[in-house]
């Protein structure tokens, strides 16, 4: 049973406008979330993190957004730009413990020039 | 370049063979974690060390898998008599340390495997 789903394997936006990225997670003691985003043929990179005493962490274009009563969080690039296109993935944990981390199977995210 | 470097990055061998993948982590972190990649799916944890005490073994895939980290540096993954299901992308990663602020681990650019 997947404890972080990401429901969407694949997304399209346009350059410009803004990509929302959504993730969702079952297990109620992960506090801590994190967005790592992955180009072919490289590892994956730290994106953002938040824990669950916010609702929203901001760094210049990516916005992450965390709904803890619905056990949502959700990824903002705005605006989108074609070097954004690649596969992001979200995580969860109980803590910030890299032992802990729980990722979901990715978004690739596709920005259209 | 003082990123984690995995070597090989791809490694092609028969049924029952056994590999070793290395991994160098970045040199003042002493955390090291070693994952797994199938197809579709996000990073599964396998195990990590503390400099050179593994914390954390109970989730290597079986004990065909082993992991050393013998002086705090670099770190191996060995899979003894390897099997096809065992066809994926080995990432290591490394971090400062526990209580850092952001959960960052960096991660090298993976070993791939192939049994065939």
């Known amino acids: ?113 | 370049d003082t990123g984690v470097s995995q070597d090989p990055r791809h490694k092609i061998t028969k049924r029952g063979q056994n590999v070793t993948f290395r991994c160098d982590p970045i040199s003042e972190h002493n955390r090291l974690y070693w994952y797994r990649q199938t197809l579709g799916q996000g990073p599964e944890f396998l195990t990590y060390f503390q400099n050179e005490a593994q914390l954390e073994k109970s989730r290597l895939l079986s004990d065909r898998f082993s992991a050393e980290r013998p002086k705090g540096s670099f770190s191996t993954l060995e899979i003894q008599r390897t099997e096809q299901g065992d066809s994926a992308m080995y990432l290591c990663a490394s971090s400062a340390g526990q209580g850092f602020s952001t959960g960052e681990l960096f991660f090298g650019e993976g070993s791939r495997l192939t049994v065939l």
């Not at chain 1, 003691?29 to 993190?49: C, H, N, Q, R, V």
């Not at chain 1, 619905?70 to 596969?87: R, T």
Request: aromatic share 14%; charged share 20%; with cysteine.
């Open chain 1, 1 to 113: 049973d997947q404890q972080v789903k990401q429901n969407s394997p694949s997304l399209s936006v346009q350059e410009g406008r803004i990509s929302i990225l959504n993730c969702d997670y079952t297990n109620s003691m992960f506090d801590y979330f994190l967005w790592y985003k992955k180009y072919p043929a490289e590892g994956p990179t730290f994106l953002i993190s938040i824990s669950s005493i916010k609702d929203k962490n901001e760094d210049g274009r990516f916005t992450v957004f965390l709904n803890k009563s619905a056990k949502h969080l959700s990824l903002h690039i705005v605006p989108s730009q074609p070097g954004d296109s690649a596969v992001y993935f979200c995580a969860a944990s109980r803590d910030n413990y890299g032992q802990n981390f729980v990722f979901g199977p990715g978004t690739r995210l596709s920005v259209l020039p």
